[in-house]
């Protein structure tokens, strides 16, 4: 591809992705389509000469789209959301034509230093004290990796390593049973075992139970564990659980252990200052992630890895061969020594876009917007004589089941089958989880394009069908 062609296909792409996002609500948000009928498309081996961007354009256009799921779509309520914000998506595409690397300062000055940066306008805008610094992971999945090596190694006197794992005291981490599953495999990815992540019961508001907690710390140490972290949730996937962050910081400190808090999702409301509640005394723990790329309009993958110390960060994660020095440069901060990976993206500049183009106001409003309606919806679903609130909203999310008056069978296939119902039909979509046992509805709102006749249209569909099924 020549320089002119370049052009010309650049602002065919920019169309292309103008229509879609003016589009996108006329398109079934999950595509109807079996394991493999979209693979059978493709070719089978690369071409041995170029092809012409018309013949690559054409089959974009008549392959992908088509087979997506549509997370922007303003009526998807599954899952949580991936928000990508029209500003950021400029960023991205701007990002991607300076192939930056941003794994050291040097390889990419303004990178690095626009990330220290966002990092410092994201803690702000989260309400975290002065003090915290961070970095940009790719996901929470990865920086919560990095918080259980840093436990570790911090448990073994940073020699772990060195020397690996084997022979050394058996160490444990600790959570409720409402964290997310990237915990467990943290676990595993570390060296430390999903039999010594301990997971504690949780109360009857979702919340890990603290008593349970010391009493399991006593036993483990009775029993010659290690006890080394602990990881608190602060809106978990399935239901929103959500632990006493300021208790759970305190006990940390008393136990010597490492606390990281997960607030993959609900981290993003907390731009409102009316829902800082919820993590209250976050800011006595050790790390704390949570994900621009889902409520807040950062395209994927952008996390956001707040740190109290960076050092102890570093020194689980530094590696320095002499062909990654800088000698004379080692003033400003190298990235890569703070994440898994190597070669970094410039994940700083969609967030600097985001910010300016929205403004903390317009994202608060949006955010204020979505958890009033789930609210609204959650009251008009309780006031239908067929509908239970199983959890109630816990910001934009909740949880629900049908339950038709007289009904004697197995409630649980009922509602699968009510939820598969809703989603064959394509005009919302939703998802299932296990609550106390008993398979329950989610909604959540938060897709930066959704309006409140959106909630309307959810309402009347999910009413609609559940009593035909
Ligand atoms: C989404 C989510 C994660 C995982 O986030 P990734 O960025 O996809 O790795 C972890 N914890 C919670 C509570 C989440 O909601």
């Given at each position: 591809m020549d320089k002119s062609e370049f052009r010309d296909w650049t602002h065919r792409a920019g169309d292309w992705s103008a229509d879609y996002l003016e589009t996108i609500s006329e398109r079934p948000i999950r595509p109807n389509l079996q394991p493999g009928d979209i693979g059978r498309?493709?070719?089978?081996s690369p071409p041995e000469n170029p092809e012409t961007m018309e013949a690559i354009f054409a089959d974009f256009e008549r392959i992908i789209p088509d087979g997506m799921t549509h997370w922007q779509h303003p009526r998807f309520f599954a899952y949580f959301p991936a928000n990508a914000a029209p500003a950021a998506i400029i960023a991205e595409q701007l990002a991607g034509t300076m192939a930056a690397?941003?794994?050291?300062w040097q390889t990419s000055p303004a990178a690095t230093e626009l990330e220290v940066k966002m990092i410092d306008w994201l803690r702000q805008a989260v309400g975290l004290p002065a003090g915290f610094s961070g970095t940009l992971q790719d996901t929470a999945s990865s920086a919560t990796l990095c918080a259980i090596l840093t436990m570790r190694e911090r448990a073994l006197g940073w020699t772990g390593n060195q020397t690996g794992l084997a022979g050394r005291q058996t160490m444990r981490v600790y959570a409720s049973?409402?964290?997310?599953s990237s915990i467990d495999k943290a676990m595993w990815i570390a060296g430390?075992?999903?039999?010594?992540?301990v997971k504690i019961p949780t109360d009857g508001d979702q919340a890990l139970d603290i008593d349970a907690l010391r009493v399991a710390i006593r036993a483990d140490r009775e029993a010659g564990f290690l006890p080394a972290g602990l990881v608190i949730s602060v809106g978990?996937?399935?239901?929103g659980a959500t632990d006493h962050v300021d208790a759970l910081c305190d006990l940390s400190r008393a136990e010597n252990l490492y606390s990281h808090v997960d607030a993959a999702w609900a981290g993003a409301a907390m731009i409102c200052p009316e829902f800082r509640p919820l993590w209250q005394g976050v800011e006595k723990a050790d790390s704390i992630v949570f994900n621009p790329h889902k409520w807040l309009g950062a395209p994927m993958e952008c996390s956001a890895h707040f740190v109290r110390d960076p050092a102890a960060l570093v020194r689980t994660l530094a590696a320095q061969p002499e062909y990654l020095k800088t000698h004379g440069k080692e003033g400003f901060v190298n990235f890569s020594e703070w994440s898994l990976q190597l070669g970094r993206r410039f994940r700083a500049l969609k967030v600097w876009f985001l910010l300016r183009a929205y403004g903390l106001e317009g994202l608060r409003t949006m955010i204020r917007n979505h958890v009033a309606w789930s609210q609204t919806l959650a009251d008009r679903l309780a006031a239908e004589?067929?509908?239970?609130?199983v959890t109630p909203p816990f910001l934009s999310l909740f949880s629900f089941r049908h339950r038709p008056a007289g009904f004697s069978g197995d409630l649980d296939a009922h509602n699968l089958a009510v939820l598969e119902a809703i989603n064959d039909d394509g005009c919302i979509y939703l998802t299932q989880t296990l609550h106390d046992g008993k398979l329950v509805i989610r909604f959540v709102a938060g897709q930066f394009g959704m309006a409140e006749r959106d909630m309307d249209i959810a309402f009347d569909t999910i009413r609609r069908i559940a009593r035909a099924v």
């Open positions: 498309l493709f070719a089978d690397q941003c794994m050291l049973t409402g964290t997310h430390l075992g999903q039999d010594n992540l978990g996937t399935s239901v004589p067929d509908f239970e609130i």
